[in-house]
Nanobody, 116 residues
């Protein structure tokens, strides 16, 4: 059974940082591109970033503008998303999902709230 468990969310002020993690199990993590997506209240799912199987390729949504970094540790079956220079518009539930620019099969999510 595929399981994805996100963690690391929380509440921060604008300009703050958070580190999200996604623990994966039930599939061969190292063989799969992985993605982060997010959903703000009353908005559609939005793709954030994707990373290749070995971590050598990364892609980001245009809105990221160098503020976020996606990474992975295949030895630990874990995906990461470092969030820096957070803005109020970044408030959303963040999900990890297997695949390139994919949201299918995503986990339960971790909430990120940015407010002053």
């Amino acid at each position: 059974e595929v399981q994805l468990v996100e963690s690391g969310g929380g509440s921060v002020q604008p300009g703050g940082s958070l580190s999200l993690s996604c623990a994966a199990s039930g599939f061969t993590f190292s063989n799969v591109w992985m993605s982060w997506v997010r959903q703000a209240p009353k908005k559609e799912l939005e793709w954030v970033a994707s990373i290749s199987t070995d971590g050598g390729e990364t892609e980001y949504g245009d809105f990221v503008k160098g503020r976020f970094t996606i990474s992975r540790d295949n030895a630990k079956n874990t995906l990461y998303l470092q969030l820096n220079s957070l803005e109020t518009q970044d408030t959303a539930m963040y999900y990890c999902a297997p695949g390139y620019k994919s949201s299918a099969g995503r986990g339960q999510g971790t909430q990120v709230t940015v407010s002053s």
